[in-house]
């Protein structure tokens, strides 16, 4: 690109605000030029109002913007949004409405039916429900603005997974297990004294997301809705004392009977973004772990800069036809990464609203 696009991001002080920044620096299409966080931030610079959290250095020009309210007064048109839910639901629609696109990491909209929830290998076309959203534009505003989502950070390392398996087979059931990093609490999270040499087996309305958010992201558009795809979908979700990864379990039942070696053809030939060139998309979103100890969130998280989901120990089940494990990294592929790309591929069917600077 000759310019580069103005994007802010919403919630910049959190612990996914951060990873956007961090994603986000040197991005050769998005400068950031505008952060928003609480009423207790605004007018600090972000270098006083954030504790850096990540293992990168704080940017210099990040650390001297300073921290605006979050009001879409004065905001660029392209939002990244790393809010919690309940503050998401009644800020996200005020920038949509004031013109912005708003590409969200929050679960507020993503089952709203125009509202498209997406993982661009998987479901690119959905983003055809924003020209369906109405969220009141004002007179003066020469901008459509709208939302579009990314999923629930075990859903998308799980979709990934299954969606080359779906195409080609059909998919009629999935039973998960998921073994979720501390680190997806945000922060500070879960006390040390529940998870330090423990496993807690609730996530709080987690294991609903998961089973309806994969049957809406593998679901078929037709017209201005998406009808989920037919297939049963158990989920059990558990926090575990790992920092960064999501770990999967899966057994699943398909609707033909592949051998193993067309499963690993399956994830091997998944490459449905290899021709657009987009800058955060992996050469593999899917890649193949052979030893059979593997995926572990310690050794295999940061592949494909942490976008790529590792799969691994493929095997027959008894119960239904395969089952193997998959890992994702929760706060890059599951929250942060998976907006940019989302917001990539805006970029590259030009849906994006006009703001940019030179670069």
């Avoid at 579009?148 to 398996?165: D, E, F, H, R």
């Avoid at 091997?268 to 998309?281: H, Y």
Wanted: aromatic share 6%; proline share 8%; net charge neutral.
């Amino acid at each position: 690109m000759q310019t580069k696009h103005k994007v802010g991001i919403l919630g910049a002080t959190g612990m996914v605000g951060q990873r956007f920044i961090q994603l986000l620096e040197d991005h050769p299409w998005f400068q950031v030029t505008w952060l928003a966080a609480s009423d207790r931030s605004s007018g600090k610079s972000y270098g006083e109002a954030a504790r850096w959290k990540l293992d990168t250095p704080l940017p210099a020009s990040i650390a001297a913007l300073p921290v605006s309210p979050a009001s879409p007064e004065n905001a660029p048109s392209i939002i990244f949004a790393a809010l919690d839910t309940d503050i998401a639901r009644d800020l996200e629609p005020k920038f949509a409405a004031a013109g912005c696109a708003v590409i969200s990491n929050s679960s507020a909209f993503r089952m709203q039916a125009d509202v498209p929830l997406v993982i661009p290998e998987v479901n690119a076309d959905h983003l055809a429900l924003t020209s369906h959203q109405n969220w009141n534009p004002p007179a003066t505003s020469a901008r459509r603005g709208y939302i579009v989502t990314n999923p629930n950070c075990s859903a998308i390392g799980l979709v990934l997974a299954l969606k080359p398996l779906a195409e080609r087979f059909g998919l009629r059931a999935v039973f998960v297990s998921t073994m979720q990093a501390v680190s997806g609490a945000g922060y500070p999270g879960v006390p040390s004294l529940d998870i330090l040499g423990n496993v807690v087996p609730f996530i709080r309305n987690e294991e609903e997301k998961l089973e309806a958010e994969t049957q809406r992201l593998l679901g078929k558009l037709e017209g201005n809705r998406v009808i989920p795809l037919d297939a049963r979908v158990s989920a059990h979700c558990n926090r575990v004392a790992v920092e960064d990864g999501h770990t999967e379990s899966v057994s699943i039942q398909l609707a033909t009977k592949p051998s193993r070696e067309e499963v690993l053809d399956a994830w091997r030939e998944f490459q449905p973004l290899r021709e657009k060139n987009l800058p955060s998309a992996p050469l593999q979103p899917v890649e193949y772990a052979a030893a059979e100890d593997r995926p572990q969130p310690r050794l295999d998280r940061m592949r494909g800069r942490g976008m790529t989901a590792t799969v691994g120990r493929l095997r027959p089940c008894s119960l239904l036809n395969w089952k193997f494990t998959v890992l994702s990294h929760n706060t890059i592929r599951g929250a942060a990464g998976a907006a940019l790309l989302n917001a990539e591929l805006l970029a590259s069917q030009g849906k994006l609203l006009p703001s940019v600077s030179s670069s």
